[in-house]
Each structure stands twice: as C-alpha cells, then as structure tokens.
C-alpha cells in the first residue's frame, strides 16, 4: 500500500512503569525450570491502566510534533486490555489532551498489532486531506495466566505516533505499508474468560512467523525493496528468540534488529511491542535511513510497515531511555497485587 | 441592643461506644438531663438548635430537630439542625445564643449528638471528609487525620520542634480526664505508650487522634428577661460567642500554619466579653489532633509561634499552671463525638466556673473560653463564659 | 454514598482533574487549582480559566494507612501538598515512590493516573498525580 500523499512522523512518545519483575522471581514461584523467555518485564502500578499509559505516550508524541492541538483530528488506540468492556479509553484520552469534541476517535482490538493497524488508518486519513494530523496508540497492560508460560512476558507499555502530512515536521516518511492476514486462531480469550489461552507451539510457525514473513516479504516485492536496504528491522517481541529468528528468516542480520529489541528489559507490551521498538530506533536513527516495522497480532496478522528518515531525524529524542533506565524491581506478591490477581473488594 | 445570656442548665451522656444507644436516644437523655439540670418545664424551652455532623451520612436520619422535639415530648418548639462540621456543636450553641439575645426568645436549649459507631471505620472516615472539599480533596484519598499530618510536619519542619514534644499533648488530656466520669478514656497515656501506637497518616500516631465515640451533650440559655419571670440561681454567663471561617481547605490557605480563623474569632468574643487571652483562667482547645492543640495555644497568643509546645513541658496546662487547658481530658481523652464536642468543650467550662470540677478544679476560676473547630479550622467557633457571682 | 456513584459529578469536572485547569485571579494575581470564577483570596471575581505547569516540589506530605471506603485496597499512599511552578498549590497523591522515599522540597512532575473507582463496576475516576522528577 503506498499513500497518495507524503504523510509520514512528525512526534513519537513511549512509556513503560516504571515497576519491574524479574522472570527468575516468576519462576521461584512457579519453578517452570525452563529457559527464560525474557529476563525481565514492565509491571503497572496500582494507579496505572492501558489508559494511563496511553495518555503519557500520545502527551509526549504531541509535544514532540509541536502541533497545534485543534488541528489533531484523529484519536486512534489499539490495546486488547482496555479498562473498559464496553466505553472507549480514546475519549478519556482525547479529552485529556484537549483534543475534543472535533475529533475521529475510536478503540481498536487487534491483539500486537492494532497500534500499527492504527498507524496505516490515521496514515491513510491523513493522506486524503480528511485531517492535518492524527495520533495512532498501541497500548497494553497484558494479562497472563498466573503460572502459564505467558505470565514470564506480558509486560505493559504505550507507544503514541503523531502521524501527518506537514513535511516540515516529518521525522519519517511512511514509505510502504503491506498488512497480511488470516483466520489463524493462535491466542484467543473468550468473553466470560478472565485470562486468555494460547494454542502453545502452533504460535510459531503458523501464527507468528507465517505472518511476519508473509508482510515483510509482501513489503519488500511491493516496494522493490531487499534487506540489505534497510538500516533497521523491528518486530513484535513477544520474546528475545522469535524476532531474531524471524529475521534469520527474512536475511536481516542480528545488527539490523538489536537497537530495535526490548523485550528482554519490559517483556511483551503486546500492542505497543513493536511501536516500543520503534520509538528507540527514532531515538538513535540519523536522517537518510530505512526502518522496517513488523508487528504481529494473534487471530492473526501482520502489518509491515517501511519508514525512511528526514532531515530533521535525530533531533529529538523520545523519553524512552530515562523510563528504561528508571527500574524498581517488585517481588511476586507485589506484583500480584499490582496486576489485580489479589482481589480486595 | 443584645440582651444578656446566661446558661441555666447543662447536662450531658457519658461519651463511649454505646451499643444499646441510638442517636436519638442520647440526645433526649442529655436534653432531659440539662433541662432537670434548669429546674424549669420543659415547655419553657421556646426554640431547640441540634448540632450534629453526620446523621444523614451514618444513621440515613436528618430532620433532627422535629425528630429530637417530638423524642424528648417538647413537640411545637422552633427546632432544627445545626450544623458545620466538627463545629456543630459550637454553631448551634451561637445559634442559641444569637435567640436569647436578640429577644425573639427567651429560654432556649442546645443539644450535640453524634452517633459514631453505629458504621464501620472505612465509612465514618468517608463521613467525615465530608467536611473537606469532595472534589479536590477527599479525591485524591486525603483522610482527616492526613490532611492534618500535612500541618504537623509543617510545623515540625518549620520551627525545628520534635514530634515528642508536640504529643505530650495527649498525655496532658489523658491525665486531666482521670477524674471526669463523662469521659471516654479515664486512663493515663505515657508519652512512651503515644509515641508505639500504630501510625494512621505519618507522622500522627493512633494515640494523637481523638477517638471515635457517641455521645451528646445540652445546654439551657435564657436571658436576663426570663431570669426577670423566673427566679434562678445563675452562675455562668456567656460572655461572648463568634464564628469565623477560613479557606475551607488547609493547603490553599496562603499560610497553613496561620489558624487565622482562631485569631478573628477568638478577638471578637474576647472583646464582646470585654477581656483579654491573659483573663482567661480556663482554655478548652479542640484538640482532635495533638498538633491542633499546640497550633491553637499559639494562636491564641499563650506561647509564641513554634513554642506552644513548651506549656506543655512546662505543665503550664495544668489547674495549677499559667493556662488550665482540656482540664476534663478534652478531644483526646474525654472524647470527641463530633457534633457533641462543642456542647461537651462548654459544659467541661461550666462544671469549672460552677466549682464542680473535682480534683481538677482550677481554684476560683471566672473566666473560661472554648474553641471548636470544623474541618482543618475552615469554621472556628469560640464562646467566652463568665462567672457571676 | 449517593455522591460517590454519581456520574454527571465526574463528567462536570473532567477538564479541571484531567488538564490540571486553574485559574489566575486578574484583582490578585493568585494562581489557584482548580479553576473557579472566585479568587478565595480576595474575593474578586473573572479568574482566567490556566493550564497549570506540570511540575512543581512537595511543601508537606503524609503517608495514608487507614484509606476511606473507595480507596480500600491501596494503602500505603502517599498524599502530598505540591506546590507548582508560578506559586499554585495543589493536593495530589504521589506516585512511583516509596514512602521513605519522599522528601519536603522534592522536584515533582504531573502524570496522568486513576484514583479510583465507583464501585467495583462503576465508572473509573483518573486525575493527576505526581512522580519524582
């Protein structure tokens, strides 16, 4: 898919809890004994919510494209942990950014990838002159099975783009998007289901890496593009393992995929996964170069998008760095506490 | 021109957890017990003012003036609630006053009650920030003993005291309520046994906060035209009786520490009454917290800023110091059923001026002021009373 | 409570909690929170509705152990007086710290959090909190 106008970044913003558990203190609860998927993951704070997250992430991305409020007319915000069953986290959000009541908002659920499915529909509203600018949300406070495999990596984060069509302020141009989707039921949860349910190995080679091949290979024939044209390649994280084999799969090298990889210091954010990983490699890309972002969401699909830097890259920085830097570890029973697993009312 | 003021009758429950005791009860059982206290007919009684904070909160009852009339057989007399916060007591007292003085009535009587322990502690804690801004205050999960933790290391901070010196607060109430059958608590408290109870807000310790309890106290007014009607043996006057209110909420006061509702109240009673801070000779302060105490000793003008504390060490406090204070255990340890502190804070001044004290009777005392405060003194009401004779 | 389960009462005041929305008094010049048409220090009226500046250093704090019924559940909490840049005080919960952790004079910057909820099934209350800077 290419965009009939140059539309492209003009703000990012990331934000991860600042609460922090370690998979080895998950494991002495639950001895699994197996390798750890990731070494640690982002843990919310009581007062914390996909929604609150959310806010922190879009405040910075607005901030960094220095628009004028009114002329923001999209609210877009991928999660599948909305506080709410039925009310949308985008109005509290819109509302808290003075951003209402002109505005296109709506919550979108597409498990890891609704935040980048919301990036291409901001992109394609923007492209057609509907609006100036819009914001795209990925955000999730993952909910796992205590005890499952799961609970070792649903982290929570937020990653917020301010997407528009202003070419003085792009930071990226979004070059090619390719989203590539099929009925494959990896990873599900059920209305009246507290916790959702995995179909174990079959989230790997039919799920996951079918997809992710299947849009970055999509991608890159659509837009004549190969590897090597790329500086950078992030992909949904859901561990440390899948992406780099995902990009051994594709012929990206370990360098390419590296400063993109966070999962092993916040876990799988899920929704904001890969726009996390995004959101670092703005940070430490310099004008005149190729990002390719694949995330992946269960049910499933993916959505590869291919971004080039401006001029004006490396200019401004995200505050990615002070939240990852910023730690406090928690052990199993605050956590627990903290994810909601301990009812007190 | 205001005509004089005299209070003819006091009665009171004793404050605890009554059990078997309903909100209604106490206050007919203290009413009655004042109006006995009178020697008159309780159809004499021309209006009734109930202060009470939180009947609609905690017993779902409001109406308490016809409710309480038609209780305590008085049904036809002017009644209504008074209130304002944890200075409901003492507003319905002003109401009183304000009647007898203007003439529309000649004899009149004051009840606070309050019912606390019918609720649960989360709920009672809930009642009573509805004292405080709901919006911007009780929002962000302030309670009452936190808000005034806020003041406390404040004053802490401000003028290098510690925290020990400013709790022996409620040791001085613990020790002066020993002897008043009315009160809640007659047992002694050692700074030690303050300072390794539980912390409820840092720095306020569980022994620093005024208890929750039930209880109700009256009072019978009337003025010099029914005393013309009615021959009495009256002792006490009121003297004077103001109210003044601050910023509602401590932290937007430009000044948190400045309690600058107590100075103004405090100097128009003093003056209605013709006197000065130094004739007082007995001082009930509202000491829900130990830091209120201090606070209001300074804001009175009987220490400077920051020393308060010492009248405390000093034993300055005492029936034989300098200024007697909460000489029947005030707040602390005779109790503080909210809406019944500020008849309560009076009544413990008429047992001195009538010479009923006991062994802390604080020896020809003539002159006694009170101070009830609502909220963090948003509201501060002080009544002035007079020996006469 | 009648009124903690009220929700035109949340919608009403959303601005003020969400935008951190005070007011400058034009008699004065006080900056308070939140936004009202009368300056509580002069009495004037006309306060000129201000988005507040987003940090600002704690005057006083306390540490809640025994919360009210709807914060049940999230004790300790620390409530703090902040007082923002340009003078306007605020009393807000702090957060991402720990009790021992707070100091009088700490730097401080807004974030957005939730407060609490009106019930377990009714509506959720967020507003601004403040972390160490």
Redesign the interface.
């Known amino acids: 898919m290419k965009f009939s106008m140059r539309v492209g970044i003009a703000g990012y913003g990331a934000y991860v809890?600042?609460y922090r558990i370690k998979a080895a203190e998950v494991a002495r609860i639950w001895g699994s004994g197996e390798e750890e998927p990731v070494k640690e993951k982002s843990v919310p704070?009581?007062?914390?919510?996909s929604?609150?997250m959310a806010?922190?992430a879009a405040?910075e991305a607005l901030e960094m494209a220095g628009v004028e409020r009114s002329e923001v007319g999209a609210v877009l915000v991928g999660s599948e942990s909305p506080?709410?069953a039925v009310?949308p986290s985008a109005t509290?959000i819109a509302?808290?950014l003075?951003l209402t009541p002109k505005v296109v908002a709506i919550d979108m659920e597409f498990a890891c990838k609704a935040g980048t499915t919301a990036m291409i529909l901001v992109a394609g509203l923007v492209a057609s002159g509907a609006i100036k600018h819009g914001l795209a949300i990925g955000t999730d406070n993952a909910q796992a099975r205590p005890g499952d495999e799961l609970e070792y990596t649903a982290g929570a984060g937020a990653a917020a783009y301010l997407v528009s069509g202003d070419s003085s302020k792009l930071l990226a141009v979004i070059e090619c998007a390719h989203s590539y989707v099929t009925d494959t039921p990896d990873f599900w949860r059920r209305e009246s289901e507290r916790y959702p349910r995995h179909a174990h190995r079959f989230t790997g080679a039919p799920a996951y890496f079918g997809h992710i091949v299947g849009a970055a290979k999509g991608l890159m024939e659509e837009a004549g593009l190969k590897p090597s044209d790329f500086d950078y390649v992030v992909f949904h994280q859901p561990n440390v393992k899948f992406p780099l084999r995902a990009a051994q799969m594709l012929g990206f090298k370990p360098e390419q995929v590296k400063p993109g990889l966070l999962c092993s210091e916040i876990g799988n954010t899920y929704a904001a996964s890969s726009l996390i990983g995004l959101a670092r490699v703005l940070d430490v890309a310099k004008p005149g170069q190729r990002v390719l972002v694949v995330s992946f969401g269960s049910g499933a699909g993916s959505d590869a998008i291919s971004l080039v830097t401006t001029e004006n890259a490396g200019g401004k920085k995200s505050s990615l760095e002070r939240m990852l830097s910023r730690k406090?570890y928690v052990d199993y029973g605050l956590y627990a506490k903290m994810k909601g697993v301990l009812q007190?009312? | 021109m205001a005509k004089r003021v005299f209070v003819i009758g006091a009665g009171a429950a004793k404050v605890g957890e009554h059990w078997d005791r309903s909100l209604r009860d106490l206050a007919v059982e203290a009413l009655l017990a004042a109006i006995k206290d009178a020697g008159i007919d309780k159809r004499d009684v021309e209006a009734l003012y109930v202060g009470n904070m939180m009947s609609g909160?905690l017993q779902g009852q409001e109406h308490l003036g016809a409710l309480v009339a038609t209780w305590a057989g008085m049904v036809g007399v002017a009644a209504f609630k008074v209130e304002a916060a944890c200075a409901s007591g003492g507003a319905a007292l002003h109401q009183a006053y304000l009647a007898a003085a203007s003439g529309l009535y000649d004899c009149v009587a004051v009840v606070g009650v309050e019912k606390m322990t019918d609720a649960?502690?989360?709920?009672v804690?809930?009642?009573l920030?509805t004292a405080e801004d709901?919006?911007?205050?009780?929002?962000?999960?302030?309670?009452f003993?936190?808000?005034n933790?806020?003041?406390y290391?404040?004053y802490l901070?401000k003028y290098g005291v510690k925290q020990e010196d400013v709790a022996r607060f409620a040791v001085h109430c613990h020790k002066m309520a020993v002897n008043n059958p009315y009160a809640q608590f007659r047992r002694e408290a050692t700074l030690e046994d303050v300072m390794s109870s539980?912390?409820?807000?840092?720095?306020?310790r569980l022994l620093e906060c005024a208890p929750v309890g039930d209880g109700a106290a009256a009072l019978v007014l009337c003025n010099e035209d029914f005393l013309r009607r009615n021959s009495h043996d009256v002792l006490v006057e009121v003297a004077g009786s103001a109210v003044a209110t601050d910023?509602l909420?401590v932290?937007?006061r430009?000044d948190?520490l400045a309690m600058a509702g107590s100075r103004k109240a405090a100097e128009a009673a003093m003056k209605r009454a013709g006197i000065e801070a130094k004739d007082v000779d007995v001082l009930e302060v509202h000491d829900a917290f130990t830091i209120l105490g201090i606070l209001t000793l300074e804001a009175l003008g009987y220490a400077p800023p920051g020393k308060g504390w010492q009248l405390v060490a000093e034993g300055e406090l005492e029936p034989g110091g300098k200024i007697p204070t909460n000489t029947m255990g005030g707040l602390k340890a005779r109790g503080h059923p909210v809406g019944g502190t500020g008849i309560y804070q009076v009544f413990d001044i008429v047992r001195q001026l009538r010479g009923e004290a006991g062994p802390s009777q604080v020896e020809g005392a003539e002159i006694g002021l009170a101070q009830n405060l609502g909220g963090v003194a948003g509201t501060v009401v002080i009544h002035v009373l007079r020996r006469v004779r | 409570?009648v009124?903690?389960e009220s929700v035109p009462?949340v919608w009403r005041?959303?601005?003020k909690?969400?935008?951190l929305l005070g007011g400058k008094c034009p008699s004065c010049g006080s900056l308070?929170?939140?936004h009202r048409q009368v300056c509580?220090?002069c009495g004037r009226e006309g306060l000129q509705p201000i988005?507040l500046p987003r940090r600002g250093r704690v005057?006083?704090?306390?540490?809640?152990?025994?919360?009210?019924?709807?914060?049940?559940?999230?004790e300790p909490?620390v409530?703090?007086?902040v007082e923002l840049e340009g003078g306007a005080?605020?009393?807000?919960?702090l957060?991402?710290v720990r009790?021992e952790e707070v100091k009088?004079g700490m730097e401080v910057e807004a974030?957005?959090?939730?407060?609490?909820e009106q019930s377990?099934n009714g509506?959720?209350?967020?507003?601004i909190?403040f972390?160490p800077a």
């Open positions: 809890p600042i704070s009581l007062d914390e919510d929604l609150t806010y922190e405040r506080p709410y009310k509290v509302e808290a003075g406090v007190v009312v | 909160e649960l502690p989360s709920d804690t809930s009642a920030l709901q919006e911007y205050v009780v929002f962000t999960g302030a309670t003993v936190g808000l933790a806020l003041v290391r404040m901070t539980p912390l409820i807000a840092d720095p306020i910023v909420s932290h937007e430009k948190p | 409570m009124w903690a009462r005041e959303r601005a909690k969400y935008r308070v929170y939140p509580p220090h988005e005057i006083s704090y306390t540490v809640i152990r025994h919360p009210p019924s709807d914060f049940a559940g999230k909490y409530v703090a007086i005080r605020v009393l807000a919960q957060t991402d009790p009088e974030v957005f959090r939730r407060y609490r377990p509506i959720i209350e967020y507003g909190k972390r």
